[in-house]
């Protein structure tokens, strides 16, 4: 059973940061690509990052310069350094792998920039 748990989550100042983890089971971690995505209220999910089995990465424009994605294959894990955060990276931020065809999702951890 695959399963993609996130956390790291909360609430932070603008200007603060947060380091998102994504923690992968069922799955040979170090073949897949992995992303984060963000879904904020009454707005379209948004891809934010995306890193390859390789490592190489990309970023939404949104938020480069700000946002790091790395990963360890050891660990099985991914994730998000999220620097100079703005109101506007309020969002619930999710795991995904990929796989060819297959796309597997977690639950999500929530990110709120509020003073």
């Known amino acids: 059973q695959v399963q993609l748990v996130e956390s790291g989550g909360g609430l932070v100042q603008p200007g603060g940061s947060l380091r998102l983890s994504c923690a992968a089971s069922g799955i040979i971690f170090s073949i897949y690509n992995m992303g984060w995505y963000r879904q904020a209220p009454g707005k379209q999910r948004e891809l934010v990052a995306t890193i390859t089995s390789s490592g190489r990465t990309n970023y939404a424009d949104s938020v480069k310069g700000r946002f790091t994605i790395s990963r360890d294959n050891a660990r099985s894990a991914v994730y998000l350094q999220m620097n100079s955060l703005k109101p506007e990276d309020t969002a619930v931020y999710l795991c995904?792998?990929?796989?060819?065809?297959?796309?597997?999702w977690g639950q999500g951890t929530q990110v709120t920039v509020s003073s």
């Open positions: 995904i792998a990929d796989y060819g065809p297959k796309r597997f």
